[in-house]
């Protein structure tokens, strides 16, 4: 089982594509809410990922979207700097990319 | 003697918590550390923890704020079962196109996406597949290749049900309306509200000793929330012969999770359920002497 957690501290962001894709939920994931976390079984592999804290975030990918969208949306929602969100929002997109449960399409 | 006064009271509370006209009433302070604890291993046994979840988080049950993370952390490993099970149906379904098979899903899964406004307020654990008879050696065989499976080929209410019935056996069941849900990006069919109710209440039948209240919230929820006919009920449970076991569920569902108000159904429910007690009382003296 993995957590993922957006109270985390921030990590350096390297190697991240940004910018020119969009990110979107993998149609296939299933997923359910709970109190305080949103629960994902990713289509393949047997580990369960919880993404505490994520519901808004989880609820934005319903439609692809951009990294610098999320951001300035998390942010709004939360009331909190953009340079703070951005470091550990690209953190989370980048696990649930690796465990297959966004996958990243180009932006029209 | 209970572990505490209260525990079967607000486990009926909590598996009616939404219903219109239940009567159970729920304790006005939080339980104390061992009835607590009773109760939420009684609540994860009855398939409750989405309704406790819900109850506590918008207020109307009373807890601690330790009771309230233990609700939520059974109920995340209720969560995961039931994504696991589902898992299991996107596999079967992927196993059984290429022999076009068609997939057709019952019990938890069924009602959790069409009956409640979330599904998340019902977990469940087991899978239910339905497959015609002369499907049944293929499909049990791509079945069972399915890692975590468990397949259990059963002869159930379904072929009760098309025994009683004039021509195709399979092609009756395809004269009602099947319902699509999605599921992991693949669709899957579930049966119309009356089929649901009736298996809700037949499953609820052969529960016997390990009843769970999950399955009278179930009952419940079709018969109050989907307006399916209390006409079309009797008629049909007359139909399959079954008539004395789902009025049995209903009347039972109805007293279990303390619901006032009759409907024509449930009326018709208590008088074939006790009518059928009294002949089998009868049956019992008669054979006495």
Redesign the interface.
């Known amino acids: 089982m993995t957590e993922l957690s957006l109270r985390h501290e921030p990590q350096p962001d390297k190697g991240y594509v940004r910018g020119s894709f969009r990110f979107a939920r993998d149609e296939r994931v299933l997923w359910r809410e709970n109190i305080g976390s949103v629960i994902l079984l990713p289509p393949d592999g047997d580990q369960v990922v919880t993404l505490r804290g994520g519901h808004y975030i989880w609820e934005l990918l319903d439609q692809p979207t951009s990294e610098p969208e999320l951001v300035q949306r998390v942010a709004e929602h939360f009331s909190a700097p953009a340079d703070t969100i951005r470091s550990d929002l690209v953190r989370v997109l980048r696990q649930l990319v690796k465990h297959g449960i966004l996958r990243s399409v180009e932006s029209p | 003697m209970t572990p505490w006064p209260g525990v079967g009271e607000t486990l009926a509370w909590v598996a009616a918590f939404g219903l219109q006209g239940t009567t159970a009433e729920a304790p006005d302070k939080p339980l104390e550390p061992d009835g607590w604890k009773r109760f939420l291993d009684l609540a994860r046994r009855h398939g409750l923890t989405g309704l406790l ?1 819900l109850a506590i ?1 918008e207020g109307a049950l009373p807890a601690t704020g330790c009771q ?1 993370d233990d609700a ?1 952390a059974a ?2 490993d209720a ?2 079962a ?3 099970a ?2 299991l149906i ?1 596999h079967g379904s992927e196993a059984l196109a290429p022999l076009d098979v068609p997939v057709k899903v019952l019990g938890g899964f069924a009602v959790a996406h069409t009956d409640y406004p ?3 307020a019902r977990p469940f654990r087991a899978v239910r597949l339905l497959v015609s008879s002369t499907d049944r050696p293929r499909a049990s065989l791509a079945l069972g290749r399915l890692q975590g499976s468990n397949v259990k080929p059963r002869i159930r209410w379904q072929t009760r049900m098309c025994e009683s019935q004039p021509g195709s056996r399979y092609d009756y069941l395809w004269s009602y309306e099947w319902i699509d849900v999605a ?3 693949r669709l899957v069919l579930v049966p119309p509200p009356l089929l649901r109710l009736l298996d809700a209440c037949l499953e609820a039948a052969v529960d016997g000793g390990d009843h769970r209240l999950i399955r009278d919230r179930d009952i419940a929820q079709v018969l109050l929330t989907t307006g399916v006919a209390g006409e079309g009920v009797a008629q049909l449970a007359r139909a399959w012969r079954c008539e004395i076991e789902v009025a049995h569920a209903i009347d039972r569902a109805w007293a279990r999770l303390r619901l006032a108000d009759a409907l024509h159904i449930t009326a018709w429910a208590t008088r074939i359920a006790r009518g059928a007690h009294r002949d089998s009382e009868r049956s019992a003296e008669q054979f006495v002497r």
């Open positions: 979840v988080s309230r939520v109920h995340h969560l995961i039931t994504l696991t589902e898992r996107v979330d599904p998340t599921v992991g990006g």
